[in-house]
């Protein structure tokens, strides 16, 4: 399992984040995250972060070709070691430009993992998300309520609704989602093994079923 090369798909709100790093961690795999990148190749001040930093810094994406140079970089670092690449690709482009970074480093994606889950179960589930803004603790109005409503736990400070869990906005994020990382669906199912996993329900369970799918 440790030679496994992996690519986590799903939309805005699926758990994407949590459950790569459960499973990446589950089987020994090298949870390899766009933002972890980033900031650890900015903190580096490595070339590419460096250049990162600067697009960064006036609130502007990182272009694909650094986002891409940062991924061959990891890869490469970790030889025949297996992997899970988080938040990459979203677009087509960018799928086939890692198709051709992979051909280059001789590596192939073994799996393509689909977190599947219904737009209006997504809109529910962000738009019931709330936060502290003092301590970061994160809330959910249906499935993990505070003690004392609208109330942090932790440190008792009112809890917040952020700006991308308003309605409008979430549902603005599924419609890219749709227009811009959908049509992935096909091109890897096409090209590699995909699997899609129910999304919705417990989050053991749900890793559960990535685990079996992965072994």
């Known amino acids: 399992m440790a030679g496994k090369r992996v690519v986590l798909l799903g939309p805005p709100g699926s758990g994407k984040g ?64 297996g992997w899970l690449l988080d938040g990459f690709p979203r677009t087509m482009r960018q799928a086939e430009d890692l198709s051709r970074v992979l051909e280059r480093l001789g590596q192939d994606i073994d799996r393509v993992i689909l977190i599947d889950v219904a737009p209006e179960v997504i809109v529910n589930r962000l738009t019931s998300r709330r936060v502290c803004p003092k301590c970061n603790a994160v809330y959910n109005t249906e499935s993990n309520p505070p003690e004392t409503e609208g109330r942090c736990d932790e440190c008792g400070a009112a809890l917040v609704q952020r700006p ?52």
């Open 18 to 81: 949590t459950q790569a790093a459960r499973v990446a961690g589950d089987l020994d795999m090298k949870h390899i995250s766009t933002g972890d990148l980033l900031r650890e190749a900015v903190k580096a001040g490595s070339d590419l972060g460096k250049k990162a930093e600067g697009y960064m810094k006036k609130g502007a994406l990182v272009p694909d070709e650094i986002m891409l140079g940062l991924i061959e970089e990891e890869l490469s670092a970790l030889g025949g070691g």
């Open 164 to 215: 991308d869990d308003e309605e409008e906005t979430v549902r603005r994020r599924l419609e890219v989602y749709e227009e811009q990382t959908a049509p992935l669906i096909d091109y890897y199912g096409t090209h590699d093994d995909l699997v899609k996993v129910r999304g919705a329900g417990d989050i053991d369970e749900i890793n559960a079923e990535i685990v079996r799918a992965l072994r």
